[in-house]
Structure formats: structure tokens, C-alpha cells
């Protein structure tokens, strides 16, 4: 079992940056494929990037490939989303994801996943 628990949303102004964290509980993340997603208000949840269990390769959506890097400390059980040159789309509800499956395969639709965050928001005023 994986708990997983997001921070570091927030609101900044177009152009900014932000990182976000997902600290994990359970002696396996270490193992997992581990993900980001996304979901705007009236839109489906996306995926935003992925990486492997060793940190290895990472994925991420055309839409934020080029300012977005996602990392992964397993000895801190944490996952990282650095995001730069914020947009006024990227505003939606962001979630940390584990795949328990697929040690080396980024998958990139949500059902694949089977532990997730509760989220935390963040907004980009324009």
C-alpha cells in the first residue's frame, strides 16, 4: 500500500514557476513507476509526465514538454514536478500517481495507475 500526499500549489502570475512534491508512504515506491496528472475544471484528468522507477527515463505531454521536469528521490520517497513558464492553461488540480505494474514503461492514461494523491491546486493568472 502507497499513500501518497501532494504540496507546493499555489497562484502565480504567467511566466513564473512553480515545484511541486509528492511524498510517499510504503517501502515499495522506490519500485513504482511514478506520474503526474492534471485536471482542469470540466475537463478530463491528462497526463503530464511519468518516470521510471530508477529515474531513469522520463515522458512528458507535448503540452508541457520543454518546462516541466519531473524527478524522483527514492531515498526520500518524494516525487518532483518543477514547472517553468507557467501559462494560464496549466491552471487545474494536480495529482501524483503510482503505477504498481510497470517498472519501466510510462503509462500515460489514468487507469493504469493505481495509487493517487488527493491533489493540490494550482492557478496561473494571466
Known amino acids: 500500500q502507497v499513500q501518497l500526499v501532494e504540496s507546493g500549489g499555489g497562484l502565480v502570475q504567467a511566466g513564473g514557476s512553480l515545484t511541486l512534491s509528492c511524498a510517499a508512504s510504503?517501502?515499495?515506491?522506490?519500485?513504482?513507476?511514478l506520474g503526474w496528472f492534471r485536471q482542469a475544471p470540466g475537463k478530463e484528468r491528462e497526463f503530464v509526465a511519468g518516470?521510471?522507477?530508477?529515474?531513469?527515463?522520463?515522458y512528458y505531454a507535448d503540452s508541457v514538454k520543454g518546462r516541466f521536469t519531473i524527478s524522483r528521490d527514492n531515498a526520500k520517497n518524494t516525487l518532483y514536478l518543477q514547472m517553468n513558464s507557467l501559462k494560464p492553461e496549466d491552471t487545474a488540480v494536480y495529482h501524483c500517481?503510482?503505477?504498481?505494474?510497470?517498472?519501466?514503461?510510462?503509462?500515460?492514461?489514468?487507469?493504469?495507475?493505481?495509487?493517487w494523491g488527493q491533489g493540490t491546486q494550482v492557478t496561473v493568472s494571466s
Open positions: 518516470i521510471t522507477w530508477s529515474g531513469g527515463r522520463t
Open positions: 510504503g517501502r515499495t515506491f522506490s519500485t513504482y513507476v
Open positions: 500517481a503510482a503505477d504498481s505494474t510497470h517498472r519501466s514503461t510510462i503509462r500515460v492514461v489514468a487507469y493504469e495507475y493505481d495509487y
